[in-house]
């Protein structure tokens, strides 16, 4: 891992202001972003507001922090973001180039080596994912002992690193869960993706050693409830958690029970039982809640008495708003029912509803595409475009997601895109609802403002 021998250049003039902090509970976040995609940068603790900066001329930024928490925050570069570890005291320079976010990300200064071995973990971990694909094939302990070993490698550079930085217990803490809860995930991942792998026709029994590292595992761990590693492997823990309980005590010869709604009441039983953290709690019911629904796509009397149960146990007002939100667009995205009447914006940065965008005599698909997701982007562009000979009596409309409307304009003409049948999202939230997008390849197909499928998918629904 070499990001720890580059160094950080920035201007002189950055670098000045950056100086020791006055005193010992402040903290200074500043840094340069190469080629911006929004005029701010925006911090984040956990999922609260801290505070918001605009770009200079020059395209520097800076945050001074008095008093704050030591922690995990995130920053907000629209439409990416990424994690920052600060402690009081802290005089940190980040660096990145928006064309590669993560890769270009390098910091500097009193408190970068904590976060360089961060964003480097992270990125060896989306490196290693192919490999570790490969690994759900083989026997279980030939699997462990592949990923022990990537384990291991990580955990000797962290006590290195450590060794000549001394990082405080509660860096550490963040460091070592930014190496094992990924391990984790893969090991809860193992028995369904090797099930799938080999074609075996029931999940491979596993000894009580496989999961050997359930016994030390801190599942109310309030310091990492936004972590996505942690949270991820919240996840798949309470997920395979319900799948093993329910095979051992409602299932027959040994098959699940497949009712999603029994299986996700299993989820939402297990939570409650073993999490107390209210945050974490909270945040794994919305998750549950919200994989239920958009995978079953459908109202019904189970999906309302399921929402109740969710609601009986959330004590978050606001995900309760979002459940009802997300379930009234499921009903409003059912066949015969009018297209939603959301607005997007054209070229020339003018409000058209969805419904002026529907043709009459063709069936018209919404599909859906970021700027950050440049592999899909080409690739639905390639797809679309054979779609088009393939269906000459369609139309087909792009709104585009999380990206704002200079970078839009320019992807239009760089790609030399049909701008008449090309739109801006501007409000995500309210075209995630209103449409349901949950994934890319989501479309919604529709004839003369009435929709035909609401959960269409463009690579296997056409």
Known sequence: ????????????????????????????????????????????????????????????????LDGIEDGLYHFDHTPELQYVYLTKGDSLLARLN??????????????????NFLIEIFLTNEKEEP?????????????SEKIDSLHAIKVALLNELNA???????????????????????KEKYPFYHKKETGEETIHELDEGFYGYRKN????????????????????????????????????????????????????????????????????????AMDYLLREHKPSEEATVFIDKFKSLSTNEEHQEEIDLLYKGIKNLQPNTAIPNVAVKDI???????KDLTNNKKNTVFYFWTADQKSH??????????????YPHYNFVGINLRTNFSQWKQLMHDYNLDTSKQFFGENFKELQMAMIIDGLNKCVIAKDTVVVDGFANLYTSL
């Not at 928006?98 to 976060?115: A, C, M, P, R």
């Not at 599942?219 to 051992?248: A, I, Q, V």
């Not at 020339?348 to 969805?354: M, Q, T």
């Not at 982007?377 to 393939?390: A, C, D, G, M, Q």
Request: charged share 20%; net charge negative; with cysteine.
């Open 217 to 288: 595992i801190d599942l109310n761990n309030k310091d990492l409830t936004y972590f996505r590693p942690y949270f991820d492997f919240m996840k798949w823990h309470f997920g395979n958690m319900s799948y093993m309980t329910c095979l051992e005590n409602c299932s027959t010869n040994k098959q699940p029970v497949s009712d999603r709604l029994h299986f996700n009441k299993h989820k939402l039983t297990l939570v409650d039982s073993i999490v107390k953290q209210t945050d974490l709690r909270d945040i794994l019911f919305r998750n549950v």
């Open 1 to 64: 891992m070499v990001r720890f021998l580059l160094g950080l250049i920035l201007l002189s003039s950055l670098v000045s202001c950056s100086g020791s902090p006055e005193n010992g509970s402040s903290v200074f976040f500043g840094g340069e972003i190469v080629n911006p995609t929004s005029e701010y940068v925006v911090l984040y603790h956990n999922d609260s507001y801290v505070d918001s900066v605009k770009l200079d001329d020059n395209n520097h930024f800076a945050f001074e």
């Open 164 to 186: 000549d930085n001394q990082f405080t217990p509660k860096a550490l803490a963040m460091a070592e869960a930014s190496i094992d809860y990924n391990t984790y995930i893969n």
């Open 131 to 143: 490999l570790i694909k490969e690994y759900y094939n083989l026997a279980p302990e030939a699997f």
């Open 98 to 115: 928006t064309v590669e976010f993560d890769e270009s990300l390098v910091y500097s200064g009193k408190g970068s080596e904590i976060n």
């Open 377 to 390: 982007f080409r690739n639905v562009n390639k797809h679309i475009t054979s779609l088009e000979e393939k």
């Open 348 to 354: 020339n940065n003018e409000s058209v509803s969805l």
